[in-house]
């Protein structure tokens, strides 16, 4: 089974940066595509980023567009989220996620295996 770990998670001050890993372990990741979710105190999950794994196209919420950059290196087995700008709204649990390849990414569609999470605090 697909195991994901999340890192890079932590406390950053509004208009800093932090980068959030996604790590697989006993899989690959060039057969999942792989997609970002975040879900703050009280409120639903909400799709953040994503990045098929067959043509690397990439979508973003309209929340962080512009902020965030999602990539991926096939050889270390990770994607990563680049968060550029942060705001307090961004603060929230971070989870990565993968779903089977497809050439375009949608963060609406389900995903089959998720990570632990990591923790965002956006807060001076």
């Known amino acids: 089974q697909l195991q994901l770990v999340e890192s890079g998670g932590g406390l950053v001050q509004p208009g800093g940066s932090l980068r959030l890993s996604c790590a697989a372990s006993?899989?690959?990741?060039?057969?999942?595509?792989i997609g970002w979710f975040r879900q703050a105190p009280g409120k639903e999950r909400e799709g953040v980023s994503c990045?098929?794994?067959?043509?690397?196209?990439?979508d973003y919420a309209d929340s962080v567009k512009g902020r965030f950059t999602i990539s991926r290196d096939n050889a270390k087995n990770t994607v990563y989220l680049q968060m550029n700008s942060l705001k307090p709204e961004d603060t929230g649990v971070y989870y990565c996620?993968?779903?089977?390849?497809?050439?375009?990414?949608?963060?609406?569609?389900?995903?089959?295996?998720w990570g632990q999470g990591t923790q965002v605090t956006v807060s001076s």
């Open positions: 990045i098929s794994s067959s043509t690397g196209s990439t």
């Open positions: 006993k899989f690959t990741l060039d057969y999942y595509n």
């Open positions: 996620a993968a779903r089977g390849r497809q050439a375009i990414c949608n963060m609406s569609t389900r995903y089959v295996y």
